[in-house]
């Protein structure tokens, strides 16, 4: 009887002891890469910490939501706890309540944008060596992106609604070119299920702005904010954040031939120079062999 009672005391200590699942709960707009390296880079940060801050659990969903519901569910942490968004951190506005994640994800890929074109319109991109050459092309962007920057540089820009409709008007010809991302421009882009063979990556210019990339959490969930600062600044340490990012992008950056392309900056307004100078030598890695 008191060996029993031992390991009943015993029990419920442990048992008092054990720490709760964290649950980590993310909504994807997208399918393909991205958000499985995404997913991968999260998993790779919970798992590096567990010794240190104990089990959890992603929820992962995939749903079309735009970014101002996102944003909302984002701050109230029911549904979703952890998103990824574009650009530098702001101390005001609406940004400023979300608990950041202080390590880039891309290696700074989301700021070198190539246009997707109209396969017909390369020959007015082969002419483009200068920004004032390219502010005098109309662009497309989608609605709560980086449509700001391109703005203050006084470009003529359009911004539909949605990813679908400015893929639309793109191969309609309301506008010549969508500076896409270098890690996503060679997608497979559709409509209504219908691949738009008429789109192609161009294939002389590569854009560059400031432009990171970060993890964002809901105020409601600080444990998830801390975890996750100490897991990348591990995996950013030992180098997994790079394996895993050529995993995902190695093959498709290299057929896109970026080091040999004509660079044209353009600067952010937002920039805090929290990334330093920009250093094109990156893109010698991702040339072709």
């Known amino acids: ?16 002891f054990a720490r709760p699942v964290l649950m980590v709960k993310y909504i994807g707009n997208n399918s393909g890469v991205k958000e499985d390296y995404y997913l991968e880079l999260i998993d790779a940060a919970l798992k590096t910490t567990e010794p240190q801050f104990g089990p959890y659990k992603i929820e992962f969903l995939r749903e079309q939501l735009t970014s101002q519901r996102k944003h909302e569910l984002l701050v109230a942490g029911e549904r979703l706890n952890i998103d ?8 005001t506005g609406p940004r400023s309540v979300l608990l950041q994640v202080k390590v880039p994800l891309l290696r700074g890929f989301m700021g070198y944008r190539i246009p997707l074109i109209r396969r017909d319109r390369q020959a007015v991109f ?9 502010k005098k092309i109309p662009l497309g962007l989608g609605k709560g992106w980086e449509g700001y920057i391109y703005q203050k540089n006084g470009f003529n820009l359009t911004e539909p609604i949605n990813f679908e409709t400015l893929l639309k008007m793109l191969a309609g010809g309301r506008y010549d070119f969508v500076p896409l991302s270098s890690i996503e421009v060679e997608d497979h882009y559709q409509v209504d299920n219908q691949t738009l063979d008429s789109l192609v990556p161009e294939n002389h210019i590569l854009i560059h702005t400031a432009l990171p990339n970060y993890f964002y959490v809901s105020p409601t969930a600080p444990e998830l904010a801390a975890r ?44 805090d120079g929290s990334l330093g100078p920009a250093d094109h030598k990156l893109l010698k890695i991702y040339s072709p062999d």
């Not at 990824?84 to 101390?91: A, I, P, S, W």
């Not at 082969?126 to 390219?134: A, F, G, K, P, S």
């Not at 897991?231 to 031939?257: E, P, S, T």
């Open 1 to 16: 009887m008191k060996r029993l009672i031992c390991l009943c005391t015993l029990f419920v200590c442990c048992a008092s």
């Open 84 to 91: 990824r968004l574009v650009g530098f951190h702001n101390n």
């Open 126 to 134: 082969d002419q483009v060596n200068t920004l004032d050459d390219l």
């Open 228 to 271: 996750l600062n100490a897991g990348f600044k591990a995996l950013q340490k030992n180098g997994q954040m790079d394996r895993v990012f050529d995993k995902y992008f190695l093959i498709r950056l290299k057929k896109l031939n970026l080091a040999n392309r004509k660079i044209i900056e353009i600067p952010n307004p937002e920039d």
